[in-house]
């Protein structure tokens, strides 16, 4: 075990016994230990438990010779390194996976009998894994893309797994366009290329041809595609679910998760600068958030509406291309998730771990949406695929954490030892084998279904673009820009002009400023027609709650603010900023040319935290620049500090500079305004980098 590893909280003590907190055995050769270099090791073996004398060298022939096919260390060890990987997800390959709690803080006992949502106070716990869906496992950390929120729930129960997204809605409404989805927006068969980007011609061609995608296309070209952490964003169940009381009535629901530290998002340059500073930025956030013990935490909330209400709502609420607003039906918050626990090992849980929509506990069971029923089919018909049997549940990250026990036996590797004679049910002889629970176990809402069977789309699925519009509408000034240009940005990576010109041609009933916006950023000499709208386009109440701006929060906890210094720079000037930002929750890191040290204008040295060509101020959310004149004149020809400085501003960042601070803005031309504030002002740099700048952007960036 690392020794190093401070994250890993398994307390049982399993550990002294050899054993991990699965139970399962670490050691080798009968858990032999050898006094090496200061520290205890077991015994390095064979999957056998054979110890190994040399591990550097195979068996030859002869000193020059040739390797002997009779070396079974070597081929043991060639063969499982050929068989490490599974096959990656077809979607959402591409996460970070954390365990942790959750929390019930108020009943949903009139609603359910599921015990998860019934006992206040009890800590259930958790494994969470945020995924981005195009690219592939080795893909960044921070492409324009949704990102998956899963959570496994093991509940006393049995597992309750809610895959969600960050964003409330989806592109299709019928399982069966998935495929198509998928192989439009992944790399083009091809070319195999982009590798994790929606920004091509296959992608917005389907787009183009699909309208119900409309409303989903404003929230991934919203900033909510840009997370600026995965302790950032929110998470949707999507689908309405049904809660099911004592008395067998049913109630729909709808599950939210939102983030304490507030939402937040990047902007697109510094995305992607991101993606090249630091590939693993979300990845890395994370590990060393849970590191430091600042453990992400999200509230969950329910929106619960009977059938009456739906019958009410100006859209169907089965069609998952629709979200209920909050001001129509609130929120009710009842939990909290906290995320506290790295994974031992990323390929044993964070790769192994299967969700399945259709793993509900009693209490919870599914609505008619056509993508939930298509998806209680794929999950676990891909997870067998994945995982290559259908033992995945013995897996310890899949595994429930109460009893259980069936009668469904062997298949590729059968971990358990199931005794007795009896595999089947109903028997009369065993006393002890698994039996039904016909009070308490799994009940499906018994629910009235009439009508032909038809291969048609229900005609209230029929309308595609109030909600996109009311989206749009909703959203601040800064907002609506980021819609327009990242549009504007992704079409004209698209060759093909009858796509473009299909996509705006939407837009017009969206609405027609926003595709005036469009076509002037893609220079169309005229607009194009609109398409014919299968159902009127409604008009909707703006709803705020959709924004980001108007749910961040303005706080530092979670953020990081970089001091790029210098050899000379004043020690006293570089400790006050340090101290407010880290009194306002910040974390601080010290950003200088060589990562050794710098010598402070006393003669002291200062430890550094990053070398400033591999550190750029992307990597933070407010910068200080506090330099000497001799410091300000090294930089001056430094690319990467006029980067540094010029990307800060760019970004929106807020700025504190001394006298050889102002030298670098200076020279990288770098304008002033209320975000750039001297070292001596610390209130000042403070409030400013509690936000960002919205106003300076007009200034600074040409916007659709
Ligand atoms: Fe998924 N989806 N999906 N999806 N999805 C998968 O299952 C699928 C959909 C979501 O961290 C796959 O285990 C179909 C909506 C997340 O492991 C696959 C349809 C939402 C994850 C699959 C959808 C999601 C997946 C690939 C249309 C938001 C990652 C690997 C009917 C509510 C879970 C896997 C994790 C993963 C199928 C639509 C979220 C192929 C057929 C809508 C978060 O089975």
Same mark, same amino acid.
């Given at each position: 075990?690392?020794?190093?590893?401070?994250?890993?909280?398994?307390?049982?003590?399993?550990?002294?016994? *050899?054993?991990?907190?699965?139970?399962?055995?670490?050691?080798?050769?009968?858990?032999?230990?050898?006094?090496?270099?200061?520290?205890?090791?077991?015994?390095?073996? &064979?999957?056998?438990?054979?110890?190994?004398?040399?591990?550097?060298?195979?068996?030859?022939?002869?000193?020059?010779?040739?390797?002997?096919?009779?070396?079974?260390?070597?081929?043991?060890?060639?063969?499982?390194?050929?068989?490490?990987?599974?096959?990656?997800?077809?979607?959402?390959?591409?996460?970070?996976?954390?365990?942790?709690?959750?929390?019930?803080?108020?009943?949903?006992?009139?609603?359910?009998?599921?015990?998860?949502?019934?006992?206040?106070?009890?800590?259930?716990?958790?494994?969470?894994?945020?995924?981005?869906?195009?690219?592939?496992?080795?893909?960044?950390?921070?492409?324009? @893309?949704?990102?998956?929120?899963?959570?496994?729930?093991?509940?006393?129960?049995?597992?309750?797994?809610?895959?969600?997204?960050?964003?409330?809605?989806?592109?299709?409404?019928?399982?069966?366009?998935?495929?198509?989805?998928?192989?439009?927006?992944?790399?083009?068969?091809?070319?195999?290329?982009?590798?994790?980007?929606?920004?091509?011609?296959?992608?917005?061609?389907?787009?183009?041809?699909?309208?119900?995608?409309?409303?989903?296309?404003?929230?991934?070209?919203?900033?909510?595609?840009?997370?600026?952490?995965?302790?950032?964003?929110?998470?949707?169940?999507?689908?309405?679910?049904?809660?099911? $009381?004592?008395?067998? =009535?049913?109630?729909?629901?709808?599950?939210?998760?939102?983030?304490?530290?507030?939402?937040?998002?990047?902007?697109?340059?510094?995305?992607?600068?991101?993606?090249?500073?630091?590939?693993?930025?979300?990845?890395?956030?994370?590990?060393?958030?849970?590191?430091?013990?600042?453990?992400?935490?999200?509230?969950?909330?329910?929106?619960?509406?009977?059938?009456?209400?739906?019958?009410?709502?100006?859209?169907?609420?089965?069609?998952?291309?629709?979200?209920?607003?909050?001001?129509?039906?609130?929120?009710?918050?009842?939990?909290?998730?906290?995320?506290?626990?790295?994974?031992?090992?990323?390929?044993?849980?964070?790769?192994?771990?299967?969700?399945?929509?259709?793993?509900? !506990?009693?209490?919870?069971?599914?609505?008619? @949406?056509? +993508?939930?029923?298509?998806?209680?089919?794929?999950?676990?018909?891909?997870?067998?695929?994945?995982?290559?049997?259908?033992?995945?549940?013995?897996?310890?990250?899949?595994?429930?954490?109460?009893?259980?026990?069936?009668?469904?036996?062997?298949?590729?590797?059968?971990?358990?030892?199931?005794?007795?004679?009896?595999?089947?049910?109903?028997?009369? +002889?065993?006393?002890?084998?698994?039996?039904?629970?016909?009070? %308490?176990?799994?009940?499906?809402?018994?629910?009235?279904?009439?009508?032909?069977?038809?291969?048609?789309?229900?005609?209230?699925?029929?309308? /595609?673009?109030?909600?996109?519009?009311?989206?749009?509408?909703?959203?601040?000034?800064?907002?609506?820009?980021?819609?327009?240009?990242?549009? !504007?940005?992704? +079409?004209?990576?698209?060759? /093909?002009? /009858?796509?473009?010109?299909?996509?705006? *041609?939407?837009?017009?009933?969206?609405?027609?400023? #926003?595709?005036?916006?469009?076509?002037?950023?893609?220079?169309?000499?005229?607009?194009?027609?609109?398409? %014919?709208?299968?159902?009127?386009?409604?008009?909707?109440?703006?709803?705020?709650? +959709?924004?980001?701006?108007?749910?961040?929060?303005?706080?530092?906890?979670?953020?990081?603010?970089?001091?790029?210094?210098?050899?000379?720079? @004043?020690?006293?000037?570089?400790? $006050?900023?340090?101290?407010?930002?880290?009194?306002?929750?910040?974390? !601080? =890191?010290?950003?200088?040319?060589?990562?050794?040290?710098?010598?402070?204008?006393?003669?002291?040295?200062?430890?550094?935290?990053?070398?400033?060509?591999?550190?750029?101020?992307?990597?933070?959310?407010?910068?200080?620049?506090?330099?000497?004149?001799?410091?300000?004149?090294? #930089?001056? &020809?430094?690319?990467?500090?006029?980067?540094?400085?010029?990307?800060?501003?760019?970004?929106? =960042?807020?700025?504190?500079?001394?006298?050889?601070?102002?030298?670098?803005? %200076?020279?990288? $031309?770098?304008?002033?305004?209320?975000?750039?504030?001297?070292?001596?002002?610390?209130?000042?740099?403070?409030?400013?980098? =509690?936000?960002?700048?919205?106003?300076?952007?007009?200034?600074?960036?040409?916007?659709?």
């Amino acid at each position: 075990m690392d020794k190093k590893n401070t994250t890993s909280s398994s307390s049982s003590g399993k550990e002294n016994l *050899g054993l991990d907190s699965n139970g399962y055995s670490q050691l080798g050769a009968g858990g032999e230990l050898h006094q090496i270099g200061g520290g205890e090791h077991p015994a390095l073996t &064979t999957n056998q438990g054979v110890g190994l004398s040399d591990n550097q060298n195979s068996l030859r022939a002869n000193l020059r010779g040739p390797t002997l096919l009779e070396d079974f260390i070597l081929r043991e060890k060639i063969t499982h390194f050929d068989h490490e990987r599974i096959p990656e997800r077809i979607v959402h390959a591409r996460a970070t996976g954390v365990h942790g709690f959750f929390e019930l803080t108020a009943s949903l006992k009139q609603y359910t009998t599921a015990r998860i949502l019934t006992e206040v106070g009890e800590k259930t716990p958790v494994f969470t894994r945020i995924s981005t869906v195009v690219g592939g496992a080795g893909s960044i950390d921070t492409p324009r @893309d949704v990102r998956g929120f899963a959570v496994k729930f093991y509940t006393k129960e049995g597992n309750w797994d809610l895959v969600g997204n960050n964003i409330p809605v989806f592109f299709i409404q019928d399982a069966i366009k998935f495929p198509d989805l998928v192989h439009a927006v992944k790399m083009e068969p091809d070319r195999g290329f982009p590798q994790s980007s929606s920004a091509h011609d296959t992608f917005w061609d389907f787009i183009s041809l699909t309208p119900e995608s409309m409303h989903m296309v404003m929230w991934i070209m919203s900033d909510r595609t840009l997370p600026r952490s995965l302790r950032m964003i929110e998470g949707f169940g999507v689908h309405s679910f049904r809660l099911i $009381n004592d008395a067998g =009535k049913s109630t729909f629901v709808k599950f939210h998760w939102r983030p304490k530290l507030g939402l937040q998002s990047t902007i697109w340059d510094e995305t992607v600068k991101i993606s090249g500073a630091d590939q693993d930025f979300h990845r890395r956030d994370m590990f060393e958030a849970i590191k430091a013990g600042n453990f992400p935490e999200w509230e969950f909330s329910v929106q619960l509406f009977t059938q009456e209400d739906a019958d009410r709502f100006p859209f169907d609420h089965l069609d998952a291309t629709k979200l209920i607003p909050e001001e129509l039906v609130p929120l009710k918050v009842i939990g909290r998730m906290v995320l506290d626990r790295w994974p031992n090992n990323f390929f044993a849980e964070t790769e192994q771990v299967a969700y399945c929509p259709s793993h509900v !506990v009693p209490g919870i069971d599914f609505s008619n @949406d056509p +993508l939930l029923q298509g998806r209680l089919f794929s999950y676990l018909d891909t997870q067998l695929s994945r995982l290559g049997s259908p033992n995945f549940h013995q897996i310890p990250v899949n595994a429930p954490k109460c009893p259980f026990s069936n009668h469904q036996r062997d298949g590729h590797m059968q971990m358990a030892q199931p005794v007795g004679r009896v595999a089947y049910e109903p028997n009369s +002889l065993s006393e002890n084998s698994p039996r039904e629970m016909p009070i %308490k176990g799994f009940h499906s809402t018994v629910v009235a279904e009439t009508g032909e069977k038809i291969r048609i789309r229900a005609e209230s699925f029929a309308d /595609h673009y109030s909600q996109a519009r009311q989206f749009y509408l909703s959203q601040t000034t800064y907002e609506q820009a980021h819609i327009a240009s990242a549009l !504007v940005f992704e +079409l004209s990576k698209v060759e /093909h002009v /009858h796509v473009r010109e299909a996509m705006v *041609g939407h837009l017009l009933h969206i609405d027609n400023d #926003l595709a005036k916006r469009v076509a002037a950023g893609l220079a169309f000499d005229k607009m194009p027609d609109a398409p %014919k709208a299968a159902a009127p386009v409604q008009e909707m109440e703006p709803s705020p709650a +959709l924004q980001i701006i108007g749910k961040m929060k303005d706080t530092l906890i979670g953020r990081t603010i970089g001091i790029l210094i210098a050899d000379g720079s @004043d020690g006293a000037v570089i400790k $006050n900023i340090k101290k407010a930002a880290m009194d306002a929750g910040a974390n !601080v =890191k010290i950003i200088a040319p060589k990562v050794g040290g710098t010598k402070l204008a006393d003669g002291s040295m200062l430890a550094v935290d990053g070398q400033l060509a591999g550190t750029p101020s992307v990597l933070f959310d407010a910068v200080a620049v506090i330099l000497s004149d001799k410091g300000a004149k090294a #930089l001056s &020809t430094e690319s990467a500090a006029i980067d540094f400085v010029r990307d800060a501003f760019g970004h929106l =960042k807020a700025l504190a500079v001394d006298k050889g601070g102002q030298a670098l803005l %200076k020279i990288a $031309n770098v304008g002033q305004d209320a975000g750039v504030v001297d070292t001596n002002d610390t209130n000042a740099f403070i409030a400013a980098a =509690k936000t960002r700048q919205w106003d300076r952007e007009k200034s600074i960036r040409t916007l659709a």
